[in-house]
């Protein structure tokens, strides 16, 4: 069973920033695509950033030129950087793999863009 633990979130006034990480535990990590999904209160899930397992990265246009993704293969972990945070920002962040035939999925962190 592969886990996929998320931490960083929380409360930032506009302008700020913030890192989610998200560990996950299995070997073979280094090998797939991870992806961040965000889900505000009352709208559907929506494809934040994907990095691919040869470092290639895409964005949401929403979050183009203020968040990044990466990765660090050693330490099984992806990271999302978020910049430059503004309130349509607030959501639950996910991170999630498709690891052989599953699709896995981190338990999410809120972020929340407020002054």
């Known amino acids: 069973q592969v886990q996929l633990v998320e931490s960083g979130g929380g409360l930032v006034q506009p302008g700020g920033s913030l890192r989610l990480s998200c560990v996950a535990s299995?070997?073979?990590?280094?090998?797939?695509?991870m992806h961040w999904y965000s889900q505000a209160r009352g709208k559907e899930r929506e494809l934040v950033a994907t990095?691919?397992?040869?470092?290639?990265?895409n964005y949401a246009d929403s979050v183009k030129g203020r968040f990044s993704i990466s990765r660090d293969n050693a330490k099984n972990t992806v990271y999302l950087q978020m910049n430059n945070l503004i309130p349509g920002d607030t959501a639950i962040y996910s991170c999630?793999?498709?690891?052989?035939?599953?699709?896995?999925w981190g338990q999410g962190k809120q972020v929340t863009v407020s002054a």
């Open positions: 999630t793999a498709l690891i052989g035939m599953a699709r896995y």
């Open positions: 299995t070997r073979v990590f280094s090998s797939n695509t």
């Open positions: 990095v691919t397992a040869s470092g290639s990265t």
